[in-house]
């Protein structure tokens, strides 16, 4: 796979993985777009997993007309705040009290570094989820590539075109397969079975000699921007 598209990706991938415990050995912060950084502490990744859906349905909850307008006025590498009319997304969004919510009082205190791409991402799949409660079906004479709005520019804005193309070409291609994948919990046997079941539709969306990693949290960030996108978009009051 190219390098823009993987760099979108990880842009995507850092913000869904949201919580995830730092390596004391490494000492280094989580890439652009990420969320929340834990000090050096062991936690279990289906916590982790837990931690993030719950925090990223907490952020939602607390303004769903904010989430509308960000995920609206955004793509995978660049948002409009003053469009979505979002001055701090920490306030907008409550993030310390969503943060207190999921935490337990043997866990450790969490570091938020909030960043509007990391709230993009963490927002896209209880958007989804929320306006379907089950699985959605393509409409009838459904096309596989979507109108989008970019506010990225330059290098950015091809980029973006890019990772846009190809999550709606594996949502359209593996609709069932895609929904399925945002319905387990990160971390989980079921998160990385139902991303692998993913695999011919990621391939067939690639061109010959690219290559994507069926990591987890990458075919998550992609499958979960591509159904917000066909289903949710066009009817943000939802």
Known sequence: ??????????????????????????????????????RPVAIAPERLGEMQVEFGRCIYGSNPRAAAALLTHSD???ADLKAARINDPRISFDTDRCLRQERRDDEPNLD????????????LEPAYLEAYR???????????????????????????????????????????????LVRTMPGTPSEVAAA???????????????????AAKNVRAVVADGLWTRFVRATPAQ
């Open 134 to 180: 089950h699985p959605p079906v393509l409409a009838a004479g459904a096309v596989e590539a979507l109108p989008r709005q970019f506010v990225s520019t330059g290098d950015q804005l091809v980029r973006a075109r890019q990772l846009a193309v190809f999550a709606d070409c594996v949502v359209f291609h593996d609709l069932t397969g895609a929904d399925a």
């Open 76 to 78: 995978a590498f660049a």
């Open 196 to 214: 692998r079941a993913l695999a011919p539709s990621l391939g067939a969306c690639l061109a010959q000699g690219q290559r994507f990693s069926l």
């Open 112 to 123: 938020v570094a909030i960043t509007p791409l990391g709230v993009r991402a963490m927002l």
């Open 1 to 38: 796979m190219n390098r823009p598209i993987v760099m979108g990706i990880l842009q995507l991938a850092a913000g869904l993985a949201g919580m995830t415990a730092a390596n004391p050995s490494l000492g280094q912060d989580r890439p652009t777009g990420s969320m929340l950084q834990v």
